[in-house]
């Protein structure tokens, strides 16, 4: 193959057309950050006034038996509570989200329509794996504002306006409000008024619903047409409703306004929201399935403007799409100076001005290239992508600077220049094979590899067709000084050589340490903290009323702000029982751990708060368990004396429920014989106590396109205490008054607040805390803590799923690893044609990868996805400095000494590993700044690290080694001949 002089004209258009379509794609990038792909979907119906177990019978139950039906179905659970049901299905992976959406939807409407009127329309998100919020927006009312309706008016708003244009915003799933009062209809019966005709609340909402109606009624023909013909017996306002007629029987027909109140009014609230000590009404929005969390807050934010310039006082709590905005543009900052600093590296380090101007060049453009690349693919941009761009720049320049010393030192040959490279990029990119089923489980493996598998192709495409015809006959500006036998480096080479064992033993025991170390490092189970932000929870007494709530969060937020000046915000919603906070902090200042403690610390001074902040410290310290069965009040007990018992055994440090005590209750027992006496239903008991003092919602009322909740009710207000329930009266059969307390007693007793369900069964479930970090051991534990559990017949226990896929993760990047050092074996081999000589170059593979590994136990950190990944990728990475020196040694001639043809080798690949090292890592080390992202920082330690040790080794270990043998293992010395004399 003869080298043109000067590139052809189809090479010049090649690299225009790239320039041109890497331009229109730079014009389309999108930046981004993606969650883990989920399929999950959430369905939520709320039903006001209902108790959980009636939620439970009346809506969650039905809605589970119609969807438990759809296939596909991986997990099926829900959540019973006052006022709600919230049934979660999470699919498996395979199933066509889009499709089964249609599916699930069709499921909840059928359902639907055989709920009674007084059910909200149940609303179907989609849901991300997360189950935090991604945004949070707090509303304020005016400052100057009197009106004590200000914040339930200011919801109201909120309601109609703002939440349904966030909810269609591309990439939200479910948003929710907190604060405030959601308006409705109150129809307030007149006590004296109603009971001198003998109107009940009961009677009077019954009768509410039976007149606003709208009922088809039959078809009419007409001019060949058929015509629908409907009965319209809505209610337009209010003022006809106070005139709906009711038959008083003896007073005839009587107005509805003579007995009862009708007017706009708010529910009492199910929650207070606070931004820093001032009541607001607070957005929160979760991210739909696989959303774009940047593109998202985008959107959000937009909105949010929108709003501010239509009146509305709004600050934003938290946004983590901005933090991640900023953290992808801490990473651009990195790669920027990792650019920088290879570009400066290489103008004093390459000797040609036009060899510098062409590698600088490949910088931005390879990067450039990649980036448009995957974004005409619909990819966007995220953190991880430019992390591997980071990474990658350093290797992709590699195979440019063996091009041009090869060049530029007369020894440019096809067989012994490109085949090598090839190779070396094969082994780096061949890693990426056994990875694939990491990529599925994590979008930062797949973004990492995308970028590196991209921008490495298109080098070694850059190094071998572009830079040999333009550089070919060009001279270097200076003389490159190859006396290098001075250098104290090669000089400990030369001891190396001539002291092999010596050298092999020590690295021996050093990568025998870093393989003991790997099995006692513990493992890092869990996710990472949300950047700048931590998410707790106060947990309070069961029935604990909210304002006990709100006053006890408030004065620990007060405690906690006072005692920590770096906390920029605290958000807290409280709710019957609990409360949960966002708390904003200075990240550069203070660890999310430590205002963990602050935070427990905070609630342990005021009297029955227990708070709850998960951190990233906090993780894979303990096993989750959902015993299963079909009576709540025994499961409770079963967990209790089984979590109790766990605590005996020797592996366990602690146990966490995660239920409460139910709530305490009064039950109502009437005397059959006096019902009989005094001729009543039991119904009609259920029916006072109902419509007296809750007022349930009686029907839905539509007006201008909006729907509120129509409630009817008698002595709200005045029953407030057990003496007023006893009070309470009802009409007999002989229109007599009787009192409640003469019908029967009032018993205490506890009335379950929560149901939860796991696979259509009830369930509950707590947590044994332990120790030990070991995922095989903790596998075992709790296996034989199941099998050894004794439960009554109809119940069963069974560990964390979520611990077993964990465990399969981490085997599969350990099998990943393993399967990485045969790809590179049989690459090596095929491409050498020999068996011995890619185990030696192979040899030098985990000495790299023991230096990490170690200075990990040193530094206390544990093994985490993010660490493992850069090790299989170190893999690829560093036994291409042995692939450089040995071919250089295959190819050299035989008759002279070993040891010298070893020094010979070395010498003549130093400054290309120099070069090759020195830019990888100039590109690697800027991520290990502070970039807002724990993986690619992990990931940036591992490869800076195992290439210094990779460098370090090809000039010590692997020398050594070669030194070893009488006679090398060649590589196919014959090919590398014949193409240096035909090139």
């Not at 008083?248 to 009587?254: R, V, Y």
């Amino acid at each position: 193959m003869t080298m043109p002089k000067s590139p052809s004209r189809r090479t010049l258009l090649l690299w225009f057309a790239l320039i041109v379509s890497t331009i229109a794609g730079l014009t389309q990038i999108e930046f981004g950050a993606s969650q883990t792909a989920s399929s999950n979907f959430i369905v939520i119906t709320r039903h006001y006034g209902i108790n959980a177990s009636e939620i439970e019978r009346s809506i969650t139950d039905p809605l589970e038996n119609q969807i438990s039906e759809l296939p596909g179905i991986k997990r099926l659970s829900s959540t019973s509570e006052f006022s709600q049901s919230r049934v979660t299905i999470t699919l498996n992976r395979a199933v066509d989200a889009d499709a089964f959406y249609l599916q699930l939807r069709d499921r909840v409407e059928r359902a639907y329509a055989g709920w009674p009127d007084s059910v909200q329309r149940p609303q179907i998100h989609s849901s991300s794996s997360r189950g935090d919020p991604i945004f949070i927006a707090a509303f304020f009312a005016a400052p100057d504002s009197k009106d004590e309706k200000g914040l339930p008016r200011l919801r109201t708003k909120i309601e109609k306006n703002v939440k349904p244009a966030v909810e269609q915003l591309k990439g939200v799933g479910e948003v929710s409000i907190s604060g405030g009062g959601i308006r409705e209809i109150h129809v307030e019966l007149i006590p004296e008024r109603s009971a001198r005709i003998g109107f009940t609340p009961g009677a009077v909402g019954g009768y509410l619903q039976g007149q606003h109606l709208r009922l088809p009624v039959g078809e009419l023909e007409e001019s060949s047409m058929d015509l629908s013909l409907i009965l319209d017996g809505h209610l337009g306002n209010l003022e006809a409703m106070e005139e709906l007629q009711l038959d008083g029987k003896e007073q005839g027909q009587i107005p509805l306004k003579s007995i009862a109140s009708v007017r706009y009014g708010y529910r009492e609230p199910e929650d207070i929201s606070r931004l820093s000590g001032r009541e607001t009404v607070t957005l929160y929005v979760k991210a739909a399935g696989g959303a774009n969390l940047v593109a998202a807050s985008r959107l959000l934010r937009r909105e949010i403007k929108s709003l501010e310039q239509s009146g509305y006082s709004i600050e934003i709590v938290y946004d983590l799409g901005a933090e991640l905005e900023k953290s992808i543009r801490q990473v651009l900052l990195a790669v920027f100076i990792g650019i920088s600093s290879i570009a400066i590296f290489l103008a004093f380090a390459l000797p040609s001005f036009r060899a510098i101007v062409h590698l600088i060049l490949l910088l931005p453009l390879s990067g450039a290239f990649t980036l448009s690349l995957l974004t005409l693919f619909g990819i966007p941009i995220d953190q991880a992508i430019l992390a591997g761009l980071a990474v990658g720049t350093g290797l992709m320049i590699d195979s440019a600077l063996v091009v041009t010393e090869a060049l530029y030192s007369g020894n440019y040959r096809f067989g012994q220049t490109v085949m090598p490279l090839a190779a070396s990029t094969a082994t780096t990119l061949i890693v990426f094979v056994p990875l694939t089923r990491a990529m599925s489980l994590s979008p930062l493996v797949l973004s990492i590899s995308l970028a590196l598998i991209l921008l490495l192709t298109f080098a070694l495409f850059y190094s071998v067709s572009f830079l040999p015809p333009f550089l070919r006959h060009s001279r270097p500006r200076r003389q490159r000084r190859t006396g290098s036998k001075g250098h104290f480096l090669l000089i400990f080479t030369l001891w190396c050589i001539h002291h092999p064992r010596r050298i092999i033993a020590l690295f021996s025991l050093i990568t025998a340490a870093s393989l003991v170390t790997a099995l006692l490092l513990p493992r890092h189970f869990g996710t990472p903290q949300d950047p700048g932000a931590l998410f707790a929870r106060l947990e309070m007494e069961s029935g604990a009323s909210l304002p006990s709530v709100d006053r006890r969060a408030s004065a620990i937020v007060r405690a906690l702000s006072a005692a920590q000046p770096d906390i920029i915000s605290v958000e807290s919603r409280a709710k019957a029982g609990q409360a949960l906070l966002t708390i904003r902090f200075n990240e550069k200042k203070i660890s999310a751990a430590h205002l963990a403690d602050s935070l427990e610390a905070a609630a342990a001074a005021v009297p029955g708060v227990f708070a709850y902040a998960p951190t990233v410290e906090d993780e894979g310290a303990g096993v989750e368990f959902t015993l299963s069965g079909g009576d709540n009040l025994q499961l409770r007990q079963l967990a209790m004396d089984i979590s109790a018992q766990a605590g005996n055994l020797p592996w366990v440090s602690g146990g966490v429920l995660h239920f409460k005590e139910n709530p305490p209750a009064y039950v109502f027992e009437p005397d059959i014989q006096e019902l009989r006496r005094l001729n009543l239903d039991i119904r009609d008991i259920a029916g006072l106590l109902k419509w007296s003092i809750q007022g349930p919602v009686a029907l839905k009322w539509f007006q201008n396109g909006e729907e509120r909740d129509l409630r009817v009710f008698m002595n709200r207000e005045k029953v407030s205490a057990l003496p007023q329930l006893h009070s309470l009266s009802i009409n007999t059969a002989e229109n007599e008054r009787a009192a409640l307390g003469q019908i029967g007693q009032w018993r205490h007793l506890e009335e379950p607040s929560r149901i939860t369900h796991a696979n259509r069964q009830r369930a509950v479930s707590f947590t044994l805390l332990t120790n030990t970090s070991n995922l095989n051991k903790l596998l075992t534990y709790s296996a034989d803590f199941v099998r050894a559990t004794s439960l009554p017949p109809g119940y069963s226990l069974l560990s964390d799923e979520a611990l077993e896929e964990k465990r399969t993760e981490y085997r599969g990047l350990w099998l990943s690893l393993a399967a990485a050092f045969l790809l590179i074996y049989a690459v090596l081999a095929v491409q050498s044609e020999s068996l011995k000589a890619p185990l030696l170059e192979l040899s030098i593979v985990p000495v790299s990868l023991a230096i990490p590994i170690l200075c990990y136990a040193i530094l206390g950190r544990p093994l985490k996805t993010s660490t493992l990944f850069g090790l299989i990728l170190l893999a690829g990475m560093a036994v291409n400095n042995a692939i450089l020196i040995h071919s250089r040694l295959a190819g050299a001639g035989t008759g002279i000494p070993l040891p010298e043809r070893i020094l010979s080798a070395v010498r003549a690949r130093y400054r290309g590993l120099i070069l090759t090292t020195g830019t990888t890592l100039l590109g690697a080390l800027p991520l290990l700044l502070r970039t807002g992202s724990p993986f690619t920082e992990d990931m940036a330690f591992v490869i800076t690290l195992g290439l210094s040790s990779s460098f370090l080794a090809a000039l010590t270990f692997f020398p050594a080694l070669l030194a070893l043998g009488k006679e090398m293992p060649g590589r196919n010395v014959r090919m590398l001949k014949e193409g240096g004399e035909k090139h």
